[in-house]
């Protein structure tokens, strides 16, 4: 008997096995379904367009923000000059010894998308995403000149006819211009917008530009006009990872079956008994989704966390007169206590418990510290380098000379002055290598605003003044801006005795 049972369990698991395994094979290779996504409107779909106009307004207009540095410096706000190997955010100059803060913004970024996943889901990938915005751009475009999704649909279906060429020819062209717009908007952070735009329509400006603009246009026009909920699904890494950002607390888009089952179609408000659930299985929330998926499957891969059902089946439910959120922001807690029949709301718990006090706190410290470092940060910074080859040389009257490199970069938006002396060894003269010069004791040194300056120089001392083969002796560095002097050490070698 057991055997048989044994034998049965078997082939329950192999059919089971095969059964996904077919549908596996099938998900994998089936040609992909257009989604033609309906208008939605609500609450969630305001605050979209909100986000889509804030976001898009910010990456197209930044670079025109003007900011005054001084007449030695681009007075660009946002620039990443890398003729000159800096970053110009507003007030502050990043440059690339500096590229710390930099790693520092991407970890805080990393963290803060952890932090955002944990409490709320994929909030990212259903607001600001790039690619969520474009396409809603995209889509914006569509609807306007196709119509909505049952109009496109018809037209999709139907054969080729002048209007349908006349309206998709319309479409892609918007949509190119968009693209260019987007690709065009790139190229103006790397280089002075205005000066950038007339060499651009004149045909003046390089070659790099151009490509440049031609591969973002391109990238736009295919994944916001072609490729949409692929990138999603397919390319981004990050529906993969953010399952493991997700627990019992994290708010998700969840359809409330305990409210909605089990469903009986084509229901008005009178038809509403007790035995049926809310859900009409009007399928209004699958046909709004960007994703081309059915919430009420549970939570999917797929899903963007858009909130877009919840608006669509909130006007359902408003229509049938029954209470909304039968889709809605929920916590796994609160969807197993209602299920279990308790009414319980823990929606702050996805705020506030130990990962979110955790990722906000390594947030909060990064910030810090980068802000620490950033009003720390010395705006001179002097560089000595003993020459090498050779170490020293003995001149003809006996006395020894070594050659230095001094390097100074001047992080100030105004050019500095600079006086080096030496001191530390008795009777220490200084030479500026080249250059038919007695020897000086002092050698000034002009470093441009935002620049970096070095001279190369060498120092004399006679041999009876030098103890040791290594002698520490030290730089002066004076500013004549400020009158602040710095001192660098160095050592001064002679030959052995
Ligand atoms: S299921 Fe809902 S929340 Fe998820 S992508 Fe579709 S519309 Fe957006
Ligand atoms: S919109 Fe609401 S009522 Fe309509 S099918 Fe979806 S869950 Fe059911």
Not at 193 to 204: D, E, M, R, S, W
Request: aromatic share 12%; net charge positive; glycine share 6%.
């Amino acid at each position: 008997m057991v055997e048989v049972l044994n034998t049965i369990h078997k082939q329950v698991d192999r059919v089971e096995v095969e059964a996904v395994n077919s549908k596996a094979n099938r998900a994998l290779f089936s040609k992909r379904e257009k989604i033609f996504p309906k208008r939605a409107s609500g609450t969630f779909r305001q605050f979209k367009w909100a986000v889509m106009v804030f976001t898009l307004a910010i990456y197209y207009f930044t670079p025109w923000i003007r900011w005054d540095r001084g007449e030695f410096t681009p007075n660009q706000a946002v620039l990443v000059d890398l003729d000159q190997g800096r970053f110009y955010f507003f007030f502050i100059t990043i440059w690339p010894q500096e590229l710390y803060y930099i790693t520092g913004l991407l970890v805080m970024a990393g963290v803060g998308l952890f932090l955002v996943t944990s409490t709320v889901g994929r909030a990212w990938c259903g607001y600001t995403c790039p690619q969520t915005v474009w396409v809603d751009l995209f889509l914006v475009i569509e609807r306007w000149v196709e119509g909505d999704r049952n109009a496109r649909i018809k037209l999709d279906k139907a054969g080729w006819s002048v209007p349908k060429v006349f309206k998709r020819i319309t479409k892609h062209v918007l949509w190119l211009l968009i693209a260019m717009m987007t690709g065009g908007a790139w190229v103006f952070y790397f280089a002075d917008a205005p000066t950038l735009l007339k060499n651009l329509l004149t045909g003046n400006a390089s070659s790099i530009a151009y490509s440049t603009i031609f591969v973002m246009t391109s990238i736009t026009y295919l994944f916001a006009g072609f490729m949409r909920e692929q990138v999603c699904t397919f390319m981004c890494p990050w529906p993969r990872i953010q399952g493991a950002m997700l627990d019992e607390r994290s708010l998700v888009v969840t359809y409330n079956d305990w409210r909605g089952e089990p469903r009986s179609r084509h229901q008005k408000k009178s038809d509403v008994n007790a035995q049926s659930g809310d859900c009409i299985d009007c399928n209004q929330c699958v046909v709004v989704c960007p994703m081309g998926i059915d919430i009420r499957d549970g939570q999917q891969l797929e899903c963007i966390t858009c909130a877009l059902c919840i608006d669509a089946c909130n006007g359902v439910m408003d229509k049938i007169g029954r209470p909304g959120n039968l889709i809605s922001y929920s916590t796994l807690n609160d969807y197993e206590a209602n299920v279990k029949g308790e009414s319980k709301n823990t929606t702050w718990r996805s705020f506030i418990h130990a990962r979110t006090i955790i990722y906000s706190s390594i947030m909060i410290i990064a910030a810090l510290s980068l802000l620490y470092v950033l009003v720390m940060r010395n705006p001179v910074e002097v560089n000595i380098l003993h020459n090498r080859n050779p170490i020293f040389i003995v001149l003809s009257d006996g006395s020894i000379r070594n050659g230095y490199t001094v390097k100074i970069l001047n992080k100030k938006l105004q050019p500095q002055e600079f006086i080096i002396s030496v001191e530390g060894i008795a009777g220490l003269e200084m030479q500026v290598a080249g250059a038919q010069t007695d020897a000086q004791k002092e050698v000034v040194l002009t470093v441009p605003a935002n620049g970096l300056e070095s001279v190369r120089l060498f120092v004399r001392a006679k041999a009876s003044n030098l103890k040791a083969e290594q002698n520490p002796f030290n730089f002066i560095v004076h500013n004549k801006n400020n009158s602040e002097k710095t001192t660098h050490g160095a050592f001064f070698y002679r030959p052995k005795k």
